[in-house]
């Protein structure tokens, strides 16, 4: 699986961004899609995750109620909407494929490149 993301950009503090990540491959569907995100001097932190199939979702505590992750396996893309955006939130968000549901980076097998995201105060 080979993963594109896109969407970042400079917002104001309490506007809204999409990010999107393009898939590649004939089996995007079986795979559990998540976000993560690296601000300057922090480590990679996850952000949401979704199930294939009936699309469970997943969100880090400082997101929820603000992000909303979704999927569509016909397009083989998930998105990350991104509403009431905080300066806190300014990092490099990736897109990530797992076999199985798990917040834990390490057990993504599959990364895109990066989209950066700057929320100004």
């Known amino acids: 699986v080979q993963l594109q993301a896109s969407g970042g950009g400079l917002v104001q503090a309490g506007g809204s961004l999409r990010l999107s990540c393009a898939a590649s491959?004939?089996?995007?569907?079986?795979?559990?899609m998540g976000w993560f995100r690296q601000a300057p001097g922090k480590e990679r932190e996850f952000v949401a995750a979704?199930?294939?199939?009936?699309?469970?979702?997943y969100y880090a505590d400082s997101v929820k109620g603000r992000f909303t992750i979704s999927r569509d396996n016909a397009k083989n893309t998930v998105y990350l909407q991104m509403n009431s955006l905080k300066p806190e939130d300014t990092a490099v968000y990736y897109c990530a494929a797992a076999v199985q549901i798990t917040r834990l980076r390490n057990e993504y097998d599959y990364w895109g490149q990066g989209t950066l995201v700057t929320v100004s105060s």
């Open positions: 491959g004939r089996t995007f569907s079986s795979y559990v």
């Open positions: 979704i199930t294939w199939g009936v699309g469970s979702t």
